[in-house]
């Protein structure tokens, strides 16, 4: 277990910026953990909430609310260090939130099995499994993801007349539950009782992951994990500040 205690925001998001998949960060950034060693700031995590704190936290355990939980926005560690540097950080975190919040009863978050992760981080920190959604993106020919909400907000609609016309291709993969009770042994065993999701320790691996790629023709499925390259979740970076434009006869366009 690693020893973590609260770092500045601001360098938090720099090294995600330097090492995460992703350099956009959720809405609801709160509270910040994280490690030094000799190089400097080692690894962060970044807990909060997603853009529906009330509505994800009822849906997974009715009884409670918004103060209950933090959702992990973001976990990141130096490349340089040690494979189980994260479910350490991970660990560390675990015991900052007992000693310093004991009135968060859990943590949450998912894994982006979409991008070929089912998991294995908590996994290898006792994590809770509660099973898989299905979820999507959209590639430019670039390999940019489009969020589906961007889809709708900026484009207004992801029909497939839109993101073909728009040259995208659609992903169709995984996401995997994962929670922490930070709460007693009674309290737990109450929470999973009157959760619809199953919780449990049999953990997806690799060979769970999945993939259906759609440009337009049909979709074929796929155990191969399809590029994508860097971009945020909640706003958009694949297309610069305009957008994309339409020609004379009225086709969605990117320039």
Known sequence: MITVDT??????????????????????????????????????????????????????FPSLDTGDYWELCRLCCRDDLPRNTESQLLAGCTEWFRKHQPQRKLLYTWADG???????????????????INTEI??????????PRLMITRFG???????????LKRIRGKQFRYCMFL????????????????????????????????????????????RIERSG???????GSTGPSRTTNGQLCLF
Not at 115 to 129: E, F, L
Not at 157 to 167: F, L
């Open 183 to 226: 709460c007693g042994h009674k309290q737990r065993k109450k929470l999973i009782r009157e959760s619809p999701i199953q919780w449990t320790k049999a953990y997806p691996k690799h060979d769970d992951l999945i993939w259906k790629i759609d440009a337009g023709e049909g979709s074929r499925e796929t155990r191969d994990s399809p």
């Open 114 to 132: 979409i991008r070929g992760k089912p998991g294995y981080v908590y996994q290898g920190s006792n994590w809770w499994y509660g099973g898989y």
């Open 138 to 147: 959209y590639l430019t020919e670039n390999h940019e993801p489009v969020h």
């Open 157 to 167: 609609s992801r029909s497939k007349d839109v993101w073909t016309g728009m040259g």
């Open 233 to 239: 979740q909640f706003r958009q970076s694949a297309f």
């Open 7 to 60: 770092v500045p925001i601001q360098q938090a998001k720099q090294l995600c910026r330097e090492y995460h998949y992703s350099d956009i960060f959720p809405p609801h950034c709160l509270t910040t953990l994280g490690f030094y060693d000799q190089q400097g700031l080692g690894g962060v995590a970044i807990w909060g909430w997603g853009v529906r704190p009330k509505h994800t936290i009822q849906l997974l």
